[in-house]
């Protein structure tokens, strides 16, 4: 089973900001948390994934609290093609680990 | 920007049949991952592959399934006797592998998916 909770759906506003939370309260220390996000049907894309600290690329901003069992997704400037089921995973950064996803959090940008 | 192929992006084929899934993983990884999802469900890990054996499998992976690697760009799944309740997208991932020095190098990436029908 997924070692993450995640809220089933979000609205957000074209053009603000989305928050999209994660609990991993059992998550060990050599664990990483993962964010990828699907677009309909299509193929899990992914997004970006930390340790400890806080991660920025140019998709997105993860937030990693400091006791590392929850984190949040920011998308900066939500755009409809942002629309999709994002998930928050946790796992080892080895080679060969199975990705376990949970349901997600639906993400639904609205204009 | 280099992706995870898959042909075809959709197979309709009659219970009992074999079907042969492709992928091209992406040039330089070494580690090969096929995952399912049924339709509504979550996306479930089917197995993953490493130097030319398979590392890891599921419950799900049972003996009507088999991977392989026939040259250096394919990676296949085969379903032996699909069943009805094969029918899913079926997603081949890639990852480069961990080399200890960056923690950007095991990231999983997908391909589009391959939706398999049974009838």
């Known amino acids: 089973d997924a070692k993450t909770t995640q809220p089933p759906s979000m609205d957000c506003a074209e053009g603000r900001a989305a928050n999209l939370p994660c609990n991993h309260s059992t998550i060990s220390g050599n664990e990483y948390v993962y964010w990828y996000r699907q677009i309909h049907s299509q193929g899990p894309q992914y997004i970006i994934h930390g340790l400890k600290n806080n991660e920025t690329n140019e998709m997105a901003s993860l937030i990693i609290t400091e006791d590392r069992k929850s984190s949040t997704l920011i998308l900066p400037h939500a755009t409809l093609r942002d629309t999709a089921v994002y998930y928050c995973i946790v796992g080892q950064n080895s080679g060969n680990t199975p990705l376990v996803f949970g349901k997600g959090t639906r993400l639904s940008v609205i204009a | 920007e280099p992706e995870v192929t898959q042909t075809p992006s959709h197979q309709v084929t009659q219970m009992g049949q074999e079907v042969i899934l492709r992928c091209v993983p992406i040039s330089n990884h070494l580690y090969f991952y096929w995952y399912r999802q049924i339709l509504g469900q979550k996306v479930e890990f089917l197995v993953s592959?490493?130097?030319?054996?398979?590392?890891?499998k599921s419950e799900i992976f049972d003996d009507q399934f088999s991977v392989e690697r026939p040259d250096g760009s394919n990676f296949t799944l085969k379903i032996r006797s699909t069943k009805l309740e094969d029918s899913a997208m079926y997603f081949c991932a890639s990852s480069e592998g961990f080399d200890g020095l960056s923690s950007h190098t095991d990231t999983q990436y997908f391909g589009p998916g391959t939706r398999l029908t049974v009838l």
């Open positions: 592959f490493y130097n030319n054996e398979i590392s890891e």
